[in-house]
């Protein structure tokens, strides 16, 4: 009767084993075999294992040492490149000279650009429609990135000259917007309700649509992301080319860095 149950012997030795370790290395069995060393300025060092009694520890003088803790209250205080933008309720950093960073003059270092040319790629779906995303490899069908639904956006790692498209299927000749990356540029558009296509950040459409077909909610939706291109385009003029990659206005940072 026994051997019918010979399957079982592996896991009943696994858990009783367990119990085991677990009875054996409890919090306050590990306790009594890590060494706890405590230490003073000017004092002794005292090493034990396991209870802090007279038979289990060992002292070493420490000499003194000069120590200056400098006590007194932290203040905040406003990043001097942190700018408030013209005619916006709203402050965006603009990066200083670069020689700043390391305490020199100004204009006494440049920086250094980078040999890896990968960037990010933020894909804004301005319709209502539920499209998906794909890369363009110029051989056949498109590859599947992700699904957008209508006025949001999906992003992806990419590189200048890649190509990409919005479309209800993989076919790039029945895609609905194109794109091209640009170096520089981050964030594409698909907006069939504009004229302004084929811009650096505008995506080519295949067809042009009445923005007045919107309904209510579809047309407060996509009036609500053309006030955040205008707001992008200003805050990329304002910040020397740093572009937007949100959706404005949004709320004022909560945490705090303090200065080092």
């Known amino acids: 009767m026994m051997h019918g149950y010979s399957f079982l012997c592996l896991p009943i030795m ?30 002794a060092s005292t090493t034990c294992i396991g209870n802090e009694d007279e038979d289990s ?10 120590i200056t803790i400098e006590e007194g209250p932290v203040y905040a205080a406003h990043d001097p490149s942190l700018l408030k933008m013209p005619h916006r309720d709203f402050k965006a950093y603009v990066r200083p000279d670069v020689a ?8 006494s270092m440049r920086p250094l650009s980078h040999v890896f040319k990968g960037q990010a790629g933020k894909f804004v779906n301005l319709t209502p429609d539920r499209l998906g995303l794909y890369w363009n490899s110029g ?3 498109g590859h599947f990135s992700g699904t957008v639904n209508g006025f949001e956006a ?13 479309g209800r299927n993989d076919d790039p000749n029945d895609a609905l917007c194109s794109f091209v990356v640009q170096a520089g540029t981050s964030v594409y558009y698909c907006d069939p309700y504009s004229e ?5 950040s505008r995506g080519i459409t295949k067809e042009t649509r009445d923005v007045n077909g919107l309904d209510g909610h579809n047309k407060q939706m996509y009036e609500k992301h053309l006030d955040n291109i205008k ?17 404005y206005p949004r709320d004022p940072p909560r945490h705090k860095i303090y200065a080092a």
């Open 154 to 166: 999906t992003g992806t790692a990419t590189f200048p000259g890649h190509q990409f498209f919005f």
């Open 139 to 141: 051989r056949g069908r």
């Open 100 to 107: 700043t960073f390391y305490q020199k003059e100004p204009r």
């Open 14 to 43: 696994a858990t009783g084993l367990n119990l085991a370790f677990a009875i054996f290395l409890s919090p306050k069995a590990l306790a009594s075999l890590v060494p706890v060393q405590s230490e003073e300025i000017g004092g």
């Open 196 to 200: 302004g296509q084929g811009g650096p």
């Open 57 to 66: 520890c060992s002292s070493t003088y420490i000499f003194a040492q000069n």
């Open 231 to 247: 707001f992008a385009e200003e805050y990329k003029a304002f910040t020397g080319g740093v572009e937007w990659l949100g959706m």
